[in-house]
């Protein structure tokens, strides 16, 4: 079974990991985000949605009764107890769903060279591990801000800082462009990722 290259993106709030995807999904590597998974899973997990419940109370259900997200937000914002219970709770779940996702691709007729999957979090919770290759997008501080419409956010005091994330990856790139600089560069290391694929580098990595 030739299973495709596993690749993370990973960077600050505001960097640009969801174009970075977006640029390789273009580009025909398979790709899915973590907010894809956990937007999966508040929507179909009774188990979730009863967890959910119990800890956080009945108001974070939206008008169809399923677990809403910009409610659980607006819950765990500032209570950093039950940001902790909720990324407890969904971590391993996303990471169960990603593998699921993963070992499907590999099953398919003619697999994708290339699998790529946002991780936000990726060094901070140790899931660097289960790929095998790291990209990482940086920006400074301001311009991600402004990216965020100027909001400020609570998780980036509990984020590595980038020169740890760049020192410790494949790839880096520093977002300061244009979205077309930004696909373009995807371009290149996407090139670069197939041919270590078809060369078979693949099969010793960390994603196995």
């Not at 677990?67 to 819950?75: V, W």
């Not at 979205?179 to 990722?193: F, G």
């Amino acid at each position: 079974m030739s299973r495709p290259l596993a690749v993370a993106i990973t960077g600050g709030i505001g960097a640009g990991k969801s174009t970075a995807l977006e640029s390789f999904r273009r580009r025909g590597a398979a790709t899915v985000s973590s907010d894809e998974i956990v937007h999966h899973l508040l929507a179909t997990d009774a188990d979730v949605k009863r967890a959910l419940v119990e800890r956080l109370g009945e108001e974070i259900l939206g008008a169809d009764g399923r677990p809403d997200r910009e409610r659980i937000a607006f819950r765990v914002f500032r209570d950093r107890e039950a940001l902790d219970f909720l990324e407890k709770l969904l971590h391993p779940l996303v990471s169960r769903e990603y593998m699921i996702w993963r070992e499907q691709l590999a099953a398919l007729p003619e697999p994708p060279a290339v699998c790529v999957t946002e991780v936000p979090l990726l060094y901070e919770v140790g899931a660097e591990t289960r790929f095998d290759k790291v990209v990482v997008i940086t920006a400074p501080p301001k311009l991600r801000e402004a990216r965020r419409g100027g909001r400020q956010d609570e998780r980036e005091d509990r984020l590595m800082p980038d020169r740890e994330k760049v020192r410790r990856a494949d790839f880096a790139y520093v977002n300061t462009g244009t979205p077309e600089e930004l696909d373009a560069w995807v371009a290149q290391v996407l090139a670069t990722l197939t041919v270590e694929h078809h060369t078979g580098d693949s099969s010793d990595g960390a994603g196995g």
